[in-house]
């Protein structure tokens, strides 16, 4: 797989990942662009608070709609 994290002390090393305020689009764009199915999710001092993955985004999808890409942000999964 690809590596695409580093985490030391809890605090990312890294600038491929997610905000916890950035929207399930927006994660699906990040995605893609650095061609995973996971990534990284932080706070605004880089601390990680979880992973998402795609298979997780899509199956939330699935039950909320296609207009939830724009309106749900990351981090509301990650505490969901």
Do not use: C, H, W
């Not at 690809?2 to 985490?7: E, L």
């Not at 932080?42 to 298979?55: Q, T």
């Amino acid at each position: 797989g690809t590596d695409v994290a580093n985490v030391r002390n809890g605090t990312m090393t890294t600038s491929v990942q997610l905000q916890s305020s950035d929207t399930i689009g927006a994660a699906f764009g990040q995605m893609e662009s650095a061609g995973v199915t996971e990534l990284p999710v932080v706070d605004a001092k880089r601390r990680v608070l979880g992973i998402i993955r795609e298979v997780d985004l899509r199956k939330f999808i699935a039950r909320s709609g296609r207009a939830a890409m724009f309106a749900v942000t990351v981090g509301s999964l990650l505490a969901a």
